[in-house]
């Protein structure tokens, strides 16, 4: 079946720009996480659903940063007034289990690169 | 708190060769770890978990790590590199007190030599 998707592969956008990056989970799926990744360092947590609402947001860098997942299935990652230390890999993933158990493999799209100049 | 440190930021091998990638771990809790394997150009995959079950763990492509609590270790290994191990490695961390979140270790970019 089909994995993690996200669009677009890359965006550049100029500084103070809006832009939207969208994730669709594995089907099924009730959990979706936001990571991000800058460039030589691992993935940082933005923020996590459960459903369609945000479980955990406490990665989320500052009020610039959005998520929504309006429907408990695709979510969209909103930045506002985009800075040039925005630029960075934005990670999608999505598990299978809602029990919070350590088996939840979360599987991971190939992410969305995002350059601001 | 919790932390993980991946000792090596750049280890390389010849093909055929053990692989060793080293990782420690800070945390309050009892904790799972992961590692996880980032080929260029695409997506973060799955190598193995240690959820307290087995102190030794094995993954896929022949991959194993073992946890170590006195150490407060869980390094990666595998006993012959092939040149498609090439890439970069991840050690991750996440508390069982039902926070979701994976805290990850800066990485470690494998090299293998013909």
């Known amino acids: 079946g089909a994995g993690v998707s996200q669009t677009p592969s890359n965006k550049v956008t100029e500084k103070g720009k809006y832009v939207e990056l969208r994730c669709d989970p594995i089907?099924?799926?009730?959990?979706l996480y936001w990571y991000r990744q800058s460039l030589g360092q691992g993935p940082e947590f933005l923020i996590y659903?459960?459903?369609?609402?945000?479980?955990?947001d406490s990665g989320l860098p500052n009020d610039r940063f959005f998520a929504v997942r309006p429907e408990g299935s695709v979510s969209t990652l909103k930045i506002q007034r985009t800075e040039r230390g925005d630029s960075a890999v934005y990670l999608c993933a999505s598990s299978p289990r809602t029990s919070g158990g350590a088996l939840d493999e979360q599987f991971f799209g190939p992410g969305t690169r995002l350059t601001v100049l | 708190a919790q932390s993980v440190t991946q000792l090596d930021s750049h280890v390389s091998v010849s093909e055929g060769t053990p692989v060793l990638l080293r990782c420690n771990y800070s945390s309050s809790y009892s904790p799972s770890l992961f590692w996880y394997v980032q080929h260029p150009n695409k997506g973060l995959q799955l190598l193995l978990k240690?959820?307290?079950?087995?102190?030794l763990v094995k993954g896929i492509n022949g991959f194993e790590a073992e946890f170590k609590k006195s150490e407060t270790s869980f390094h990666l290994t595998k006993p012959s590199a092939h040149m498609s191990d090439a890439a970069e490695y991840f050690c991750v961390v996440r508390l069982d007190t039902g926070r979701r979140a994976l805290t990850f270790g800066s990485g470690t970019r494998l090299q293998v030599q013909p």
């Open positions: 089907s099924g799926h009730t959990a």
């Open positions: 240690y959820t307290s079950a087995a102190t």
């Open positions: 659903f459960q459903g369609t609402g945000a479980a955990d």
